[in-house]
């Protein structure tokens, strides 16, 4: 069996061979086939990437049909069951493989080292009005976290590179913490090195003024198993923002700052929010009936329902449902988890939402446990994003480490004027 794919240009009749590699082509190998030698050759045209794979990766593996989810091999629901720590996580999809005890042990200290911000952070966070979006405060911090780190524009000197790794893992929840506890008014509490990844950044949030606090085990382990779900989803929108702005060879904190400003919109990690707030308006199952009625006469969207990728129950969602009644034995329930099952059945089960095969995706539960365990609405794009990090990490060293990859710049197809004539203002 020849690996080619035999392509006829009608316009021609010329015949080509393009390799197949991967059960894909190569878009370069179809700049050949033209009409006239000075031509620029065929292009592939693919709004929005539906078929287009910009990259090969060893991070991530999604089979959307399937429901399957594994980071660098290993089943997710396995990572969620087994993994006691984020940062366990965060070391696979960094490196590439689980960490011995000793890796573990360095890679924390090497990260929890990192935790403090400048104190300088805390009067460029003063400058923000008390009731800023938390998510705005956590891309631009994490934008003027460049500014401090000089040596991160050494992306190819690797010991320098991991360094701002550490930094980036270990800072974002401390710049996350800072920006709620800047919306309220309240002193910020500094991490402590004693505690797990999810544990520190709890205390971080809710420690003001309770010198006893002590994080309750169950939320602690919820908000493990939160980060771990939500640290890498291959080439999403905001991964791709990473790669795309890493390619250009600027600093992790810039492209860290771009990539979490894609996460915050409402089709991506904005999502979980936009669950919340549909919840509250939807305010009882009564009204669930004409709410899918609006969906289906294309009125308003299912949020936390559907994904580009997964045309199957996404298994991050089974996962975060089950861990739902963990939380809320402690938290007490979320009303409006009533809600939400009642329409996940509806939805299941109408025609509508089979036939586009569109499935309760990773934020349509995530919100109702941040929603119990205190975390304010507008503050759920930044849970999203403090895991996230990693993820965005993994793919950006891969990026740059790639002999494949140049600068990103896709082609367009221009279909607008040309050499037009200038006309005087007052001709016009
Ligand atoms: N509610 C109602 N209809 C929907 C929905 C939804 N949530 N999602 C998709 N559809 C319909 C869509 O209207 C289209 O119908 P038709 O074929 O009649 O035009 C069909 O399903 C295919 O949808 P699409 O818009 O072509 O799919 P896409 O791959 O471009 O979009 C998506 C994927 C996630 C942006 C979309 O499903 C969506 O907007 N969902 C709601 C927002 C959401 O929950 N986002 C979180 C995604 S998971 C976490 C993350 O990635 O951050």
């Known amino acids: 069996m020849s690996e080619t794919l035999t392509i006829i240009d009608n316009r021609t009749g010329k015949k080509f061979d393009i390799p197949i590699e991967n059960e894909s082509i190569r878009a370069t190998d179809l700049r050949q086939i033209k009409v006239k030698e000075e031509e620029f050759g065929m292009l592939c045209y693919d709004p929005a990437f539906m078929n287009t794979a910009s990259v090969k990766s060893r991070i991530t593996y999604i089979d959307g049909d399937r429901g399957i ?71 631009s911090m994490i934008a003027a976290l460049s500014t ?65 606090y002590r994080v309750n085990p169950v939320l602690e382990h919820a908000l493990t198993v939160l980060f771990i779900l939500h640290a890498d989803h291959e080439q999403n929108c905001s991964t791709n923002t990473m790669r795309s702005i890493g390619s250009s ?24 929010e936009a669950v919340l707030r549909m919840l509250d308006e939807i305010g009882t199952v009564r009204n ?56 996940e059945r509806i ?37 999203f994003a403090i895991p996230r990090t990693a993820g965005w990490l993994a793919h950006w060293q891969e990026h740059i480490l790639d002999p494949e990859q140049k600068i990103a710049r896709p082609r367009q197809l221009y279909v607008g004027e040309r050499g037009r004539s200038w006309v005087p203002l007052d001709k016009r």
């Open 69 to 139: 989810l594994e980071y660098r091999g290993y089943p997710i629901e396995l990572l969620a069951e087994k993994s006691t720590s984020f940062l366990e996580v965060a070391y696979l999809l960094i490196n590439g493989a689980l960490p011995t005890p000793a890796q573990l042990d360095q890679w924390r200290s090497d990260i929890k080292r990192h935790t403090f911000v400048h104190e300088n952070i805390k009067k460029l966070m003063a400058g923000f009005r008390h009731d800023a979006n938390p998510m705005g405060m956590f891309i």
């Open 148 to 212: 401090f780190y000089p040596d991160a524009k050494e992306i190819m000197d690797a010991p320098k590179r991991m360094k701002q790794i550490h930094r980036l893992i270990g800072k974002v929840t401390t710049i996350a913490a800072f920006a709620y506890t800047h919306s309220k008014g309240m002193p910020y509490v500094y991490p402590s090195d004693d505690l797990s990844y999810a544990g520190n950044f709890l205390t971080m949030m809710f420690k003001i003024g309770e010198s006893k």
């Open 249 to 272: 060879h600027i600093d992790p904190y810039s492209a860290v700052a771009g990539a979490a400003a894609a996460l915050w919109g409402p089709l991506h990690g904005g999502a979980n």
């Open 288 to 343: 669930i009936p004409t709410v899918i009625k609006d969906v289906k006469e294309g009125r308003r969207k299912l949020m936390g329902f559907g994904h580009r990728v997964y045309k199957n129950y996404d298994p991050r969602a089974k996962v975060i449902k089950t861990l739902a009644d963990e939380v809320f034995e402690v938290t007490g329930k979320n009303m409006k988890l009533e809600i939400a099952l009642e329409l």
């Open 347 to 383: 939805a299941l089960e109408d025609e509508y939402f089979v036939k586009r095969k569109l499935y309760p995706n990773v934020d349509f539960y995530s919100g109702l446990i941040y929603e119990a365990m205190g975390f304010p609405l507008d503050f759920f794009p930044v849970l």
